[in-house]
């Protein structure tokens, strides 16, 4: 299981940078929800203790500030709870928040809870269920240490709310670690919600376990969620530690994150490396992502159809890997020149290679 950390711990760059994630798509996901919603909850299934050894800021308080700086003009009641089973840390956490609480306005309303995650959610979710309710819009951050608290079930639970989403820290390298030896079996059917994961104890290949791990997590996601989206976080070695897992029922939602992730990595590999990082090798290979696939897979699937540019923009977020800023110019455009494509309802005045709503595309 994972090394035993103390009260507070040094900030590794992975982590750095899965907190621009979270930063980023809280930012985007807060007025989204704020402005359709009278209350609006986030919750940090482990929090931590608020603040890691050098003084940077963890992952609750990450959020706080970005909702408390946020520029959008919100009316919305938000409620954060930060889950946080190490009581040491737990009372860290609080003193941080009490530090923190003359700055938030009285629209922000937070609390530590001290206790299990997945305990403290089910009896929360069970009590909305008793009462015929339904949780109000939820953003779930579940960042544990190991892979025994956090099962399966009670990720589906959160979303069979139809507004809550999940953003799930999979601790793969334990996970790969364990996995061989029975004794955790009972922690991996929990982990997993499924026996599947018995079939991986026969590849040896480290990328063929890799992958295998990631589509069975990703396919249970699949089973209660729409859209589902991954992000490979490496150490030092250069090698996995933990894959980033977002699970939603909403398509804006799927395309925030995606931003969001395209930020911290914009060549499309969706990872991170503290190894390439270190040695500055990142910038090299940032600048100019590859779109080949999109376009080939746009021939793939709509060659001689007809399809409407939303249809097509949409298809994009779910189905890709890419984002809508990829479409029109570096790939439409040039495909239009090249006759690969024909407008089929051109707006009135059209310049060549623009697409506004409405048009439809038929693909040669």
Not at 306 to 325: G, N
Request: some cysteine; charged content about 25%; proline content about 5%.
């Amino acid at each position: 299981m994972s090394k035993p950390l103390g009260t507070v711990w040094n900030l590794e760059p992975h982590t750095a940078k899965k907190h621009e994630i979270l930063r980023r798509y809280f930012d985007a996901w807060l007025p989204i929800m704020a402005s359709r919603n009278d209350r609006v909850v986030y919750i940090d299934g482990f929090a931590g203790p608020g603040k890691y050894s050098m003084g940077e800021d963890g992952s609750p308080i990450v959020v706080l500030k970005a909702a408390r700086d946020h520029t959008y003009p919100m009316k919305a009641e938000l409620v954060c709870i930060f889950v946080e089973n190490d009581l040491e840390r737990c009372k860290h956490l609080k003193n941080v928040l009490d530090e923190m609480a003359p700055t938030l306005p009285s629209r922000i309303r937070c609390a530590a809870v001290h206790g299990r995650f997945d305990e403290h959610l089910t009896k929360t979710l069970n009590v909305i269920e008793a009462q015929k309710k339904n949780l109000a819009p939820a953003f779930v951050f579940i960042d544990p240490f190991g892979f025994s608290q956090t099962p399966f079930k009670t990720v589906a639970k959160v979303l069979g709310n139809s507004r809550c989403e999940v953003l799930v820290n999979f601790m793969y390298e334990e996970v790969n670690r364990f996995i061989s030896l029975e004794e955790h079996a009972e922690d991996f059917d929990n982990l997993f919600g499924t026996a599947v994961w018995r079939s991986v104890r026969s590849l040896s290949a480290p990328s063929q376990r890799r992958k295998a791990i990631h589509d069975i997590y990703l396919r249970q996601l699949k089973t209660c969620a729409a859209h589902v989206h991954s992000f490979e976080m490496l150490n030092k070695g250069n090698s996995t530690d933990y894959i980033l897992f977002f699970a939603t029922n909403n398509l804006k939602g799927l395309e925030k994150m995606k931003e969001a992730m395209w930020k911290v990595d914009d060549t499309g590999s969706f990872q991170f490396s503290d190894h390439t990082d270190a040695r500055g090798l990142m910038s090299l290979f940032s600048a100019h992502p590859n779109l080949a696939p999109l376009r080939e897979a746009i021939l793939k699937n709509f060659r001689g159809r007809q399809v409407k540019i939303e249809s097509l923009r949409d298809w994009v977020i779910a189905e890709t890997e890419f984002l809508p800023k990829h479409l029109k110019v570096p790939i439409l455009a040039p495909m239009e020149d090249a006759g690969e494509l024909l407008v089929v309802s051109p707006a009135p005045k059209r310049r060549k290679g623009t697409f506004s709503d409405g048009t439809i595309l038929k693909f040669s």
